[in-house]
């Protein structure tokens, strides 16, 4: 089973830049379509972003353009950069990996982004 931590959240101003990585240990992430979601208080997490091995990106239509979701095979790890950051992206984000043709999703423990002046 895969093991995810999520590192490089924090606080950034309206229109700057962060980027989140993901560390998955236990599998590889060539085995498993990686992800992003992000969820606000009191709501359901929603997607950001996914990616397959060697697939397209697929991002949420408020993100495109936004951000990008890349794999590094060698580190084993799964990036989210989000450019242009607004202040409704202020979540936490959570990581996931989820085999292909499966529908269970291992999460990570969640990283919190706050956009604010």
């Known amino acids: 089973q895969v093991h995810l931590v999520e590192s490089g959240g924090g606080l950034v101003q309206p229109g700057g830049s962060l980027s989140l990585a993901c560390a998955a240990s236990?599998?590889?992430?060539?085995?498993?379509?990686m992800g992003w979601y992000r969820q606000h208080p009191g709501s359901e997490r929603e997607l950001v972003a996914f990616i397959a091995s060697g697939g397209t990106p697929n991002y949420a239509d408020n993100m495109k353009g936004r951000c990008t979701i890349s794999t590094d095979n060698a580190q084993n790890t799964v990036y989210l950069q989000m450019n242009s950051l607004k202040l409704e992206d202020t979540a936490v984000y959570y990581c996931y990996a989820r085999r292909p043709f499966t529908t269970t999703k291992y999460w990570g423990q969640g990283t919190q982004v706050t956009v604010s002046s």
């Open positions: 236990g599998s590889t992430v060539r085995e498993y379509v």
